[in-house]
């Protein structure tokens, strides 16, 4: 059974930062890719940032240079370093792993989702 657990959200003031965790052990093993996504109150859901086990990584335009994705391959864990937050950053956060090889291929999975909420 894959298992994404998140962890790491909060509430901040702006200008503050977070740092989210999303570990989901075999994410390493089954090379797969991770994606952070964020979905505020009475909006659709927004892609934020992805990263394969092989270090490439992609993160959306409205929050380059703000936040960092990176990965821990020993921990099965990828963070998302936020910094510089604004209020508009207040959403839920949640991570998926897709796009695998090995025994988690075609397989998309979710982690539960984390809050974060930046006050001004």
């Known amino acids: 059974q894959v298992q994404l657990v998140e962890s790491g959200g909060g509430s901040v003031q702006a200008g503050g930062s977070l740092r989210l965790s999303c570990t989901a052990p075999?994410?390493?093993?089954?090379?797969?890719?991770m994606h952070w996504y964020r979905q505020a109150e009475g909006k659709e859901r927004e892609w934020v940032s992805w990263?394969?086990?092989?270090?490439?990584?992609s993160t959306v335009d409205s929050v380059k240079g703000r936040f960092t994705i990176s990965k821990d391959k020993a921990e099965d864990t990828v963070y998302l370093q936020m910094s510089s937050l604004k209020p508009e950053d207040t959403a839920m956060y949640s991570c998926?792993?897709?796009?695998?090889?090995?025994?988690?291929?075609?397989?998309?999975?979710w982690g539960q989702g984390i809050q974060v909420t930046v006050s001004s």
């Open positions: 990263i394969n086990t092989a270090g490439r990584s």
């Open positions: 998926k792993i897709s796009g695998c090889g090995g025994s988690w291929r075609d397989g998309v999975y």
């Open positions: 075999g994410f390493t093993s089954n090379s797969c890719g």
